[in-house]
């Protein structure tokens, strides 16, 4: 990984739609009006150049005519401006922008309506590029931004947040796309917060009273009602629930996500596997969607604790986020981009909450100053080197309980003749980090205690010390299997999910998975389904289906995913028949799957087998209703399609019988 610097700015002309290509005319307003480069609007702005379209309107570079200054106009569809709900919108986008009056949101100006009927928007023009276009930018080229310029970013966004929260807006679609990175007084990464138009606005507050009437007229935000992009909307936003401002935190820790690990946490091209993933699937930690990256255990705390699903175990504010940026960008070496080349393990990072976070990167500054073996300059751990600094891990933002893990990792790259390295802007290479001889866990001596039945005696050794990269599968798998059985959800999936890391075909290992299975009727079930379709298996996906038929916490959760289709794919032949026939219940729409039960289905798929057996009539019919009416089950009743699978399992597998059929 590299990371980025000073990348060439893009201009895209506007806080709006993306430029496309030129219409020669577009008619954007009723009543006839026709806009089009050099109109000029309300006799004050002068439409200079076509810059976008979308499905509400256009975006137009236009000019002030008597200040000369230069700005971007939004102007609605014709038909949009027939409808009172998105006028409305519209205006409440003006109202927000306005009034929030701060230098990193793009502010509105003026919002009119032409005598013809036309509505428009009149913003500070941007000329950069969005945040979606730099991060797309420099993946293209292998890179990802570096650690103090995600943290610049994010502070500015968390300073547009913290002034819009405190007026009771909220902005509900907050997304790289609509936060733009422009130049300003020699920052390249200044920020504009943008589109405000499905803003949550305190309707009646005396603070908006000078607002258009329609926008006050009517709540644009009603519960049952969801607002938002998919893949950045907080769970009670993905439920139509009342929100808050703590909408807004959970979409900034998604995008923190995507600016640190070139990704979001949840992926999914089914837009409703995605909103039930955000619903009901813990988060993975941003320490594991970029293990690559050395990040200070306050970041780590603060985006995990954004992501947290109810509201309430978020952070409390924005003003709190804000405290941490601002003590991570005080002190020199905390945001020092630094990778690995080993895989992360357990341990490994600090479990620290987001409020144990507060004030603690001024805490581990302030322990490295008090050790005058540490702050001394002649420390190993600060003795520059090839012209370079080199910097203690502690300056990273680590409490000194992690100190003994990071160094395992040094080790461990140098024992494998590899080198972690120091990356500056230029992609510069430093020399490797000094390290003290830790010692490692014995997975062998664990295993021997686990043979005995002493299970906790081997956790206890298990976590006492690290476990070497070269024992990393087998140690976490012990690991797994044995937090597991001990009902320890959480600590089986961490450990479940670092022995996936470093053994990826343990995703698929049925006996492994067999072993996580006690974690199904325990409260973490729901993070047994996630680490299952982060990883989906044919054999991880007869377990979810396991977990789906059987009363528990997670069986709900289990179903769900399962039902989407999303991983029919990755599903044996025998779990894909099994789940259409339970999904699709008694009907025709079954056949092509009854078809494929002969030859590939397998016990799972009998219980609705059996259930199809039976004729199934639309209603009487004859002299006086008398009759035995209609089988509606004729397509599978004409020809013995059910008998015949039913038999071919069984005759397959005499022992087959019917399993739980939960719908």
């Known amino acids: 990984m590299t990371t980025d610097q000073t990348p060439p700015p893009r201009t895209n002309g506007a806080s709006a739609t993306p430029p496309s290509s030129t219409p020669a005319e577009s008619n954007l307003g009723s009543g006839g009006f026709s806009a089009r480069e050099g109109t000029i609007l309300g006799e004050r702005y002068l439409l200079e150049r076509f810059l976008g379209e979308g499905g509400m309107g256009a975006v137009y570079q236009g000019v002030h005519v008597h200040m000369k200054k230069r700005v971007a106009v939004k102007m609605l569809h014709p038909e949009m401006g027939r409808i009172p709900e998105v006028v409305a919108r519209f205006e409440r986008e003006a109202m927000a922008a306005a009034n929030i009056d701060h230098p990193n949101v793009a502010a509105a100006t003026d919002f009119g309506k032409l005598p013809e009927g036309g509505f428009y928007l009149v913003l500070e023009f941007i000329d950069g590029e969005s945040l979606t276009e730099r991060i797309d930018g420099l993946s293209r080229r292998g890179q990802r931004l570096s650690l103090r310029q995600v943290v610049h970013v994010a502070r500015q966004i ?64 009603r519960a049952g009602m969801i607002y938002g992009t998919p893949e950045y909307m907080a769970p009670e936003q993905a439920l139509g629930e009342e929100i808050d401002a703590r909408a807004d935190l959970y979409a900034l820790g998604i995008m923190l996500h995507e600016m640190l690990a070139g990704k979001r946490p949840f992926e999914a ?9 955000h619903v009901t699937t813990k988060a993975p930690s941003i320490a594991y969607q970029a293990p690559d990256r050395i990040l200070p255990a306050p970041l780590v705390a603060l985006i995990d604790g954004c992501l947290e699903k109810a509201p309430s175990a978020r952070p409390d504010s924005a003003a709190a986020l804000l405290a941490v940026f601002d003590d991570l960008l005080a002190e020199p070496g905390i945001l020092v981009d630094q990778t690995r080349e080993v895989p992360l393990t357990l341990g490994s990072e600090p479990a620290l909450s987001f409020r144990e976070s507060l004030g603690s990167a001024r805490t581990v500054v302030a322990r490295v100053a008090e050790d005058p073996a540490l702050s001394s300059p002649d420390s190993p751990a600060l003795k520059p080197r090839n012209g370079q600094t080199k910097l203690s891990p502690l300056l990273l933002g680590i409490p000194v309980a992690g100190l003994a893990a990071l160094l395992v990792f040094a080790l461990a790259a140098t024992s494998s003749h590899k080198k972690q390295h120091i990356v500056d802007g230029g992609g510069a290479d430093a020399a490797p980090l000094a390290v003290v001889d830790p010692a490692f866990a014995d997975v062998d001596a664990a295993a021997e205690l686990a043979k005995t039945g002493d299970a906790k005696g081997a956790i206890a050794l298990l976590k006492k010390k690290p476990i070497s990269s070269g024992d990393a599968g087998r140690g976490y798998r012990l690991l797994a299997s044995l937090q597991a059985s001990a009902g320890n959800g959480k600590g089986a999936i961490d450990a479940a999910e670092k022995a996936v890391a470093a053994t990826a075909s343990l995703a698929g290992d049925g006996s492994f998975l067999t072993a996580l299975e006690p974690i199904g009727s325990t409260q973490d079930a729901g993070d047994l389904v996630q680490f299952i379709t982060l990883h989906p298996t ?17 069986a709900n959760a289990a179903w769900n995913v399962l039902a989407t289709g999303a991983f029919d794919e990755k599903m044996s032949p025998a779990l894909r028949i099994a789940v259409n026939l339970r999904k699709l219940g008694v009907s025709c729409k079954t056949k092509d799957f009854v078809i494929a039960a002969k030859d590939d289905g397998d016990a799972r798929a009998l219980p609705f087998l059996e259930k199809m057996t039976t004729v199934r009539t639309t209603g009487k019919s004859g002299f006086l209703g008398l009759g035995k009416g209609t089988d509606y089950l004729a397509c599978l009743h004409k020809e013995p399609l059910v008998d015949d699978a039913i038999r071919a399992i069984k005759g397959r597998d005499p022992d087959a019988g019917s399993a739980p059929s939960k719908p």
């Open 269 to 277: 091209e089914n837009k409703a596997l995605l909103l039930g993933m």
């Open 158 to 221: 968390v300073l547009a947040l913290v002034r819009a929260h405190g007026l009771g807006i909220v902005h509900r679609d907050l997304k790289p796309d609509n936060v733009m990175l422009v130049e300003k007084d020699g920052d390249r990464d200044f920020v504009k917060v943008l589109d405000f138009g499905i803003a949550k606005v305190p309707v009646g507050d005396p603070a908006f009273d000078a607002g258009p009437k329609s926008a006050k007229a009517q709540p644009l935000t």
């Open 538 to 554: 044919p054999s991880g996906l007869d377990l979810v289906y396991r977990l789906s038929i059987v009363k528990g916490p997670g």
